[in-house]
């Protein structure tokens, strides 16, 4: 079965600072990868997504992301961050063209300091 | 066009008793899964509805429960309730992979579940 751990529970990075969220994966077939974001007491929203193609992902909010098949991760970067960007950010996996279930991790909070 | 919306957003029940969330998936979606988030963890997947039938679940007991209907929106019911059943329950809506599903889901804003 598919799993992803995310590997820092709380990041704290200063404004207009860069910042990468650390995910996992653990699969032995194909799969798509998310991240979603959290704001307080909010849903969750789709950042950015991968099912195939160029392993550079663009999304929402000026943040990227880049899936490394043979280190199995898909790590989130954004350059500059804002305070508008504070929130849980969520991992999450997929087995590729399959009516599953998506699996999240545990999330990483992003605490930006002034 | 309106996204997913759920009700109630907020709940308060004692041990024992039962509860009925609602769930409309987004306008187009057939596709319905519940995941409960308990604080400061991640969306646990309980179940997941397609055609009026539940095709996947998580590793939850029997009193989780669930419908859906055939406007595709859908009920989760969780019976005898405990206190660790408190959590924010959240509804996603998606696509099938015959309707050009790609993994995507639509997030209601949840309802939180509080047991005392």
């Known amino acids: 079965a598919q799993s992803v751990t995310q590997l820092d529970s709380q990041v704290p990075v200063f404004e207009e600072a860069p910042v990468e969220l650390r995910c996992n994966y653990s699969?032995?077939?194909?799969?798509?990868l998310f991240w979603y974001v959290q704001y307080p007491n909010q849903g969750l929203q789709l950042l950015l997504k991968y099912l195939s193609g160029s392993t550079l992902v663009k999304g929402i909010n000026g943040f990227e992301a880049e899936f490394n098949k043979s280190q199995t991760s898909f790590h989130l970067r954004k350059p500059s961050v804002h305070i508008s960007d504070t929130a849980e950010y969520f991992c999450a996996v997929i087995l590729a063209n399959r009516d599953d279930k998506i699996i999240f991790g545990k999330g990483t909070r992003l605490h930006i300091l002034p | 066009d309106a996204g997913v919306t759920q009700s109630p957003t907020h709940l308060i029940k004692t041990r024992g008793q039962q509860v009925t969330l609602r769930c409309s998936p987004k306008?187009?979606?057939?596709?319905v899964s519940w995941y409960q988030q308990a604080l400061g963890q991640g969306p646990q997947f309980i179940f997941q509805?397609?055609?009026?039938?539940?095709?996947q679940r998580g590793n939850f007991p029997d009193r989780f429960s669930g419908h859906q209907f055939p406007n595709y929106s859908s009920e989760l019911n969780v019976n005898a309730l405990l206190l660790g059943d408190s959590a924010l329950y959240l509804c996603a809506s998606s696509l099938s992979a015959g309707r050009g599903y790609t993994g995507e889901l639509f997030f209601g804003e949840g309802s939180r579940l509080t047991v005392l």
């Open positions: 699969s032995s077939v194909s799969v798509y």
């Open positions: 509805y397609y055609e009026e039938e539940e095709r």
């Open positions: 306008s187009g979606h057939d596709t």
